[in-house]
């Protein structure tokens, strides 16, 4: 099975998956996360520098799409992120990925939580944290 960590630097688990700066992407392995390799994030708005407003609030981009960020985690069957919001849990559902929510910060550290199955599934509302 291959799984994302969304990150901020490859090291460390990103806040916002909108804004992060890539994926770091694991195989399963032996019951084990083997990192396979980092996927840039060139995928959302936000890496783009398309929103606007005060931190990004709004988007110039309107109701922004998914399908860019979902068509590159395309091979994955999981997204692991510290945020994200509702519609890119919805987008990322009905493409069959499942996001997972982690409170810790290493980007190795949450792959094997997510590995051992000590993740929780994101819910409807996500985090709260804009899509």
Same mark, same amino acid.
């Given at each position: 099975?291959r799984f994302?960590v969304?990150t901020?630097?490859g090291?460390?688990?990103a806040?916002?998956t909108?804004r992060?700066g ?7 392995v032996n019951q ?11 995928f ?12 990004g609030?709004?988007h110039?981009h309107?109701?922004?799409?998914h399908e860019? $960020?979902?068509e590159a985690?395309?091979?994955? !069957? #999981?997204l692991?992120?510290?945020g994200l919001g +509702?519609?890119l849990v919805?987008?990322?559902a ?5 996001p997972?929510?982690c409170d810790c910060?290493?980007?190795d550290e949450?792959?094997? $939580?997510?590995?051992?199955?000590q993740?929780? !599934? #994101?819910g409807s509302?996500?985090?709260?944290? +804009?899509?």
């Amino acid at each position: 099975m291959r799984f994302a960590v969304a990150t901020d630097d490859g090291t460390r688990v990103a806040r916002h998956t909108g804004r992060c700066g890539g994926f770091a992407v694991f195989d399963v392995v032996n019951q084990n996360p083997i990192r396979v390799e980092f996927r840039r994030n060139t995928f959302t708005a936000h890496a783009a520098g398309q929103c606007i407003g005060p931190g990004g609030a709004g988007h110039a981009h309107g109701h922004s799409s998914h399908e860019d $960020l979902i068509e590159a985690l395309r091979d994955c !069957r #999981a997204l692991v992120t510290r945020g994200l919001g +509702p519609r890119l849990v919805a987008d990322l559902a009905a493409r069959q990925i499942e996001p997972y929510l982690c409170d810790c910060e290493a980007v190795d550290e949450a792959a094997v $939580l997510f590995v051992r199955g000590q993740l929780p !599934r #994101a819910g409807s509302s996500g985090c709260g944290c +804009p899509g």
